[in-house]
């Protein structure tokens, strides 16, 4: 069936250093990725997306990369800050308006 | 910036009461969600509505469940005879598409506990 898995559960970085989280998927049909950022309470807000049509994509601090062979896509955050603290969503959209998250990354930066 | 908007924010319930959430999505998207995250877990997704019907829904989205769209601003979820473990943050989003590369707004939640 449809899952999306999402490694690491928890992630403890130094303010500066890079974070990386990795997610999975099952389904091959799908073909939009985007990644959401979750503070405490907050409604999960957009932070970038990509398509299957493109191998990475960069925004300023935050990259994601797509490898649809290997149906796996990353998130890199370089020059953590203490504000990048909070969960991070992968999520897979299936094209039968359906999107599917992955379990959720919490992310703490040390200052 | 237009935003998606939810009422209440909070809603206090007894089990087996039936009740509705209210969201009002950004006024040209076309495209209609609802979610639902039980404390400390992942976004679930419970079911997408386009042009008057329902797109899709998931496995949690069963006969206690509905939604519709009453006027041309309003979508409601209504959940018949809540159950315990109905308690969780839902979220609406919206879309302008449906397809190829949409990006889903969401709204600020509605907390529901159920008693």
């Known amino acids: 069936g449809e899952n999306v898995e999402q490694h690491p559960s928890t992630l403890s970085v130094q303010e500066g250093d890079s974070a990386v989280i990795k997610c999975t998927y099952s389904d091959s049909a799908s073909n939009y990725f985007p990644w959401y950022k979750q503070e405490l309470g907050k409604r999960p807000q957009l932070i970038i997306d990509i398509r299957s049509n493109v191998g990475e994509k960069k925004d300023q601090r935050i990259a994601v990369t797509l490898n649809k062979t290997a149906k796996h896509f990353s998130l890199h955050i370089t020059e953590t800050q203490p504000e990048d603290s909070a969960v991070y969503f992968c999520?897979?959209?299936?094209?039968?308006?359906?999107?599917?998250f992955g379990a959720g990354t919490r992310l703490f930066v040390k200052a | 910036e237009p935003e998606v908007t939810q009422t209440p924010s909070h809603q206090v319930t007894q089990m087996g009461q039936e009740v509705i959430l209210r969201c009002v999505p950004i006024?040209?998207?076309?495209?209609f969600y609802w979610y639902r995250q039980i404390l400390g877990q992942k976004v679930e997704f419970l079911v997408s509505?386009?042009?008057?019907?329902?797109?899709?829904k998931s496995e949690i989205f069963d006969d206690q469940f509905s939604v519709e769209r009453p006027d041309g601003s309003n979508f409601t979820l209504k959940i018949r005879s809540t159950k315990l473990e109905d308690s969780a943050m839902y979220f609406c989003?919206?879309?302008?598409?449906?397809?190829?590369?949409?990006?889903?707004?969401f709204g600020p939640g509605t907390r529901l506990t159920v008693l």
């Open positions: 999520a897979e959209y299936t094209g039968g308006f359906k999107t599917i």
């Open positions: 006024s040209n998207h076309l495209y």
């Open positions: 509505f386009y042009n008057n019907e329902i797109s899709e």
């Open positions: 989003a919206s879309s302008s598409s449906g397809g190829w590369g949409y990006t889903q707004y």
